[in-house]
């Protein structure tokens, strides 16, 4: 049975997320990377502190890491 969340606390709840990636160590924050779809990485990458945003990208292999930053970039320019 899936829990439906308000706008609220769904934002809540990845803000929350993205703190706990924040706080983690590289080497374990690289294995729960892979395991996560390009398009959570970048919501959390969104809602990151600017050094968490960098600790995500270091803990990304270097060719997931540019595929996610194009995304990245290309919602930026369509703003």
Known sequence: ????FSKA????KLQEMS?????MKPNV???????LPDNLVQIFYDKAKSRDKVKIFNALP????????????GKTQTK
């Open 62 to 73: 270097p060719d997931r890491a540019v595929k996610i930053l194009k995304k990245i970039v």
């Open 19 to 23: 703190k706990m990636l924040g706080s």
């Open 9 to 12: 606390q769904e934002e809540k």
């Open 29 to 35: 924050l690289s294995p729960v990377l892979a395991n």
């Open 1 to 4: 049975m899936k829990t439906k």
